[in-house]
């Protein structure tokens, strides 16, 4: 069964996309936490960081690249951003598929809550 986030990539659940290549996708968070907050997800689903391996080190890492591009397309790049995973209960994770969030568009706060 595929995860929401797969429903999403494929186009079977409407988002607003922003980024899609054949390894991930960026679309805007549905319950947005700040001006700008876009999820970069990869198309394989993995449940979280903790349960990703070896093989999965280039789909890490473009990722994160793709974060830094999304958030320059959005002009955030200059003012500043914050990238988070969530991983597992404490973490706050809602959604087992591996996700960045790209916070910006107004000062983040640390600690955070
Ligand atoms: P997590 O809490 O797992 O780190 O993040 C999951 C995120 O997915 C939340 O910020 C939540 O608002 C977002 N989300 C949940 N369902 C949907 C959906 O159907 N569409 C979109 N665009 N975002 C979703």
Not at 76 to 100: K, Q, W
Request: proline share 9%.
């Amino acid at each position: 069964m595929k995860t929401l986030f797969e429903k999403i990539y494929d186009g079977e659940i409407p988002a607003e996309i922003h980024y899609r290549d054949e390894l991930c996708c960026a679309f805007t968070d549905i319950s947005p936490q700040a001006p700008v907050h876009i999820l970069v997800v990869p198309r394989k689903p993995i449940p979280r960081v903790a349960d990703a391996g070896k093989d999965d080190l280039e789909i890490l890492g473009h990722l994160l690249l793709t974060a830094a591009s999304v958030a320059k397309k959005l002009e955030i790049d200059e003012t500043g951003y914050r990238i988070a995973i969530n991983n597992g209960p404490d973490g706050g994770e809602t959604v087992p598929h591996l996700h960045v969030h790209i916070l910006g568009g107004r000062q983040m706060k640390w600690p955070p809550g």
